[in-house]
C-alpha cells in the first residue's frame, strides 16, 4: 500500500486522472509481455509533460523511491517492470502519455516526437509525408520510441538501416538528478565532444528517461522485390547475399532453417510453406520503379543462374498480395513455435563467417546431452542474428535442463566470438549470463558509469546490474 | 630537456629506435598540420605493441607526465599536438608503429587493423579483397585510423555512409589507469549494454588511447554517375537531392557557390569550371553495371526534365576519366582558396531546411560589419556541412576582426539549430566556443566522464576541455 504523503506529492504533480494506486488495476503494468518477470508498485504515475518527470524524480530522490521507466511493456527480458522483492518501494513511471509527434520535416528528412509515441505512430505521420521510417519489429502497434531507443532495437531491416541508435539524430533524457541533458538535434554531422545521446541507447533505462526524440527518415520505397529460395548450407545463403548486396539495395535477409518450416507446416497447414529446403532464405531489396524493377529482375536471373540456383525451386513475389503471404509466413513462425510448446530460446548474433560453425558444433552438443531435442531455428542473416531455440519433451522441461541448455548454448557463442544477446538486452533476465561472459574492464567501466550518473540507484534497478 | 631517468624507462620499453629525444628531430612533431598549433614535448614514444603503451601509461601515471595521443597529426584543431606552456610535462604518443593490417573477413564484409595504419593503407587492404571501405577524406595517405575513430572523421560520402562512428564494428582502448577495455567485435548486432565503444569515438584521444579497430566493409561499387549541374538555389538543390535520394544510391551531393568557383577559375586557369551559376550541384551515385548505368541515365534524364534542370547547363560524366576531372576540381578548391589569401574558416553544419536562411542573414550580418568582405562557401549539403570562409583585405586580418567575424558567424549558426564544428572536432581551437554554446548538462556531463575515467588528467590535456 503506498503512504498517503507520497501518493499525494505525486497527484499534485501529474494530477488525480493520471496516477493509478489500486491494486487490481496496476497488475498489468507491473507483469511483463512474455509473462515470466513481474514485480509489485507503489503506484502507476503517467506524467504528461518533461517538468512532470523532473518533479517526480525529485520526490523519488527524496523519499528514495525507485522509478521504473516503462514504454509499451514490450521487453522480451523483463526490462520496463519492477523488480519482485526490491529492498527499495518502486513506482512505474509509465510513458504513454508522452505522445505528440511533434514535427516531420521533409527537407531535412527528421521526425521528432516525445518518448510515449508508438513506433506505429511515428512509421504512419512519416507516410503521410511521403517518408519511410524503416524500424521494423513485430510489437510496433504497443512498443513506444522510448523504450525502442534504451533498447536499441533490431528487427528486420538492420542490414539496410542499421538498429535503432543508427536511426536516432538527438534526443532529450532526464537524468536521476532531475536535470535535463537537451541532445535533440537534427544534425548529421555534429562532431563537439562526446556524443551524448549514445550513452543513453541500449541503456534500458537505467541512466536517464527519454522524453523525446529526433529520428531519421527515408525516402518511401516504391515497391519491393521479394523471393524465396531453397539452399543447402549457411555458406551458400552468404555467397547469395554478398551478390545481391553488390547489386541492389537489400532491406531484409532471413534464413528459415526446415526445422522451423517443419512446424510451421504442422501448425498452420492451411498456407504451408510453398517450397522446402533445408535452409529457405527469404529476401527483400528495394526497387525504384515498375522499369527498374523489370531490369533488376533480369539481372537477379542472372545472379541466380550463375550461382546454379535452380529456378523451379525459388518464388518470387511479383505482387503486393505475393509479397504479403511470404511475410505472413515469416512472421507467424514464432506463433507456430509457442503451438508446438515450451522451448528455451536464445537470441543470439555471431560473425557472419561463423554460423555454419557455431550451428554445427552446438546442434552436437546439445544432442549429447539431449538425443530427443529439437532445435529451431530462424534469423536475419545479414546481421548473423539467429534465434535458436531448443524444445524438449514435456517431462525434460525442467529449470535444471534449461539451466544446462542455456550454459551449452552460450559456451559455444562466447567460444565462436559471438553475443549473448542480438537485440533484446539484458534486462532482468540475462544479468548474471551478462557479468560472466563481459569483458571485465567493459563491465567495470559500464558500472562506473552507472555509479556516477545515479549513485542512488534508483533508475530501473535490478536490470543490466 | 628530459630527465635521464624518465628517458631510462621509456627507452627500457620501447628501444631505444623508438623514441625521439633530439629537440630539432622532434619538431615536426610537436606543430600541427596547418601550422597554428605548437607545444613542446619532453620526448616523443613510439610503441610497437598495446603492451608497452600500457606500460609506458604507468609510467607517466607514476611521474606525473601528460600523454599526447597522435596519429597522422592532420587535426584541424590542433588535437594531435602538445599544449603550449602546460603546467604538466608532456610526452607525445605517436602510434605509426601500430600498423598491422590483421585480418580482412569477406564472409562478414570487416577488416580488422591497429590503429597506427593510414586509411590509405585500409581502404588499399579492402581493395585487394574485392570489398570497399568507404571513409573519404582529403589526408587519406597520412591520417591513421584511430585519428579517424578519435575525432569521429567525415569527409565527401557522409551521406550514404554515415561518419566514421557508423563504420565501427569494434575497437579496443587503453584507459589512464592502463587497463584495456577490449570491445573488439564484429558483430552487427550486439545489444549487450551500454555501447562503450561510443564514448571513445569522438572523444579527441581524452578517454582512451585507441590502439584496434574492427570496421565495416562494403562490396566495391563497379561503376559511378558523377555529374555537374548548375542552380538557383539551395531550396532547389535540396529538391533535386530528395528526387535522386528516392532513386538511387547517392554517395556525394557537395554544393559549391559562384564565390568559391571564381576562385577556382581564377588560381587554376588552364582546367576551370565547365559550367557556372550561382549555386553549382556536384552529385555522384553507384551504379551496379553498365546496364544498369543506361537504365539508370534515362531515369536522371528524366527527373532532370521533371524539374525543369537546363541539360545544356549539365554535364554528366560518362566516362572515368571526365568524372576524375569534376573531382580534380572540387578537391582543388581549398588550394585555390589558400592560394587567394587568408581566410577566417567555419566548418559548420545546420539543418538542411535551414542552410538558405543561414546564408542569407549571415551573409547580411558579415557585409554590415565588413562591406568588402568576400564570402568563399562549399560544402556538403547532404549532411548539411558547410565550409564557410570569410576573406577580408589584407590589412584587415586582424585577431580583432577574426574574432568578431568568428562571434558573427557563430551566433547565426546557434540561432539556426546548427553545430560549431561539423568535422573537425573541437581540439584545442574550438575549446571556449564548445564551452559557451554546449548545452549545460550536456557539458556538465562530459566533464564529469573525462574526471571519472582520466582523474589526473593526464590523458590529450588542453583539448575539448
Not at 550513452?199 to 528517461?209: A, C, D, K, M, R
Not at 543447402?232 to 532491406?251: G, N, P, R, T
Request: proline letters at 3%.
Amino acid at each position: 500500500m503506498i503512504d498517503d504523503n507520497v501518493l499525494t506529492k505525486l497527484v499534485l504533480i501529474v494530477g488525480n486522472d493520471h496516477v493509478i494506486s489500486n491494486e487490481e488495476a496496476k497488475l498489468s503494468y507491473e507483469i511483463d509481455w512474455r509473462g515470466n518477470f513481474s514485480g509489485r508498485s507503489l503506484i502507476v504515475v503517467k506524467p504528461q509533460t518533461t517538468h512532470q518527470i523532473q518533479q517526480i524524480i525529485k520526490v523519488c530522490q527524496e523519499l528514495s523511491i525507485a522509478i521504473i521507466p516503462q514504454g509499451g511493456n514490450t521487453s522480451l527480458c523483463g526490462g520496463g517492470v519492477p523488480v519482485n522483492d526490491y529492498d527499495k518501494p518502486q513506482i512505474i513511471l509509465n510513458l504513454s502519455l508522452l505522445n505528440k509527434i511533434l514535427e516531420v520535416d521533409t527537407a531535412n528528412n527528421s521526425i521528432t516526437m516525445e518518448a510515449g509515441c508508438t513506433l506505429a505512430n511515428v512509421i504512419t505521420a512519416a507516410d503521410q509525408q511521403e517518408r519511410y521510417f524503416p524500424l521494423s519489429i513485430a510489437s510496433e502497434n504497443n512498443c513506444q520510441i522510448g523504450g525502442n531507443i534504451a533498447t536499441n532495437a533490431g528487427g528486420i531491416h538492420v542490414i539496410k538501416y542499421g538498429m535503432m541508435r543508427d536511426l536516432v539524430l538527438g534526443l532529450e533524457a532526464i537524468l536521476p538528478n532531475g536535470e535535463i541533458v537537451n541532445q535533440l538535434t537534427t544534425l548529421r554531422k555534429n562532431n563537439t565532444n562526446f556524443d551524448l545521446k549514445q550513452l543513453f541507447i541500449g541503456s534500458e533505462g537505467t541512466l536517464g528517461i527519454i522524453t523525446k526524440a529526433i529520428l531519421k527518415l527515408y525516402p518511401k520505397p516504391e515497391k519491393y522485390i521479394t523471393g524465396l529460395i531453397g539452399i543447402a548450407d549457411i555458406e551458400q545463403a552468404v555467397a547469395i547475399l554478398s551478390q545481391l548486396q553488390s547489386k541492389f539495395s537489400v532491406c531484409a535477409f532471413e534464413i528459415i532453417h526446415s526445422s522451423a518450416q517443419n512446424i510451421y507446416n504442422t501448425y498452420f497447414p492451411d498456407s504451408q510453406f510453398p517450397i522446402s529446403a533445408k535452409w529457405l532464405i527469404l529476401f527483400e531489396f528495394e526497387t525504384a520503379s515498375t522499369e527498374a524493377e523489370e531490369f533488376e529482375l533480369e539481372t537477379l536471373f542472372n545472379i541466380f543462374s550463375r550461382l546454379n540456383i535452380n529456378l523451379n525451386e525459388a518464388i518470387i513475389a511479383d505482387t503486393s498480395n505475393k509479397r504479403d503471404n511470404l511475410w505472413h509466413i515469416r512472421e507467424n513462425i514464432p506463433l507456430a513455435e509457442k503451438m508446438h510448446g515450451y522451448a528455451v530460446k536464445h537470441d543470439i548474433s555471431l560473425p557472419i563467417s561463423q554460423l555454419e560453425s557455431f550451428i554445427q558444433s552446438n546442434s552436437a552438443n546439445i544432442l549429447k546431452y539431449h538425443p530427443h531435442a529439437q532445435i529451431i531455428m530462424f534469423g536475419h542473416l545479414g546481421d548473423g542474428n539467429l534465434h535458436y531455440n531448443v524444445q524438449l519433451d514435456n517431462q525434460l522441461n525442467t529449470k535444471t535442463n534449461e539451466a544446462k541448455i542455456n550454459e551449452i548454448v552460450y559456451n559455444d557463442v562466447i567460444k565462436h566470438g559471438g553475443s549473448i544477446s542480438a537485440e533484446h538486452g539484458i534486462g532482468q533476465l540475462k544479468l548474471e549470463l551478462y557479468r560472466m561472459t563481459s569483458d571485465p574492464q567493459s563491465y567495470l567501466l559500464a558500472k562506473q558509469i552507472k555509479q556516477l550518473i545515479d549513485p542512488n540507484n534508483i533508475l530501473n534497478p535490478g536490470k543490466i546490474f
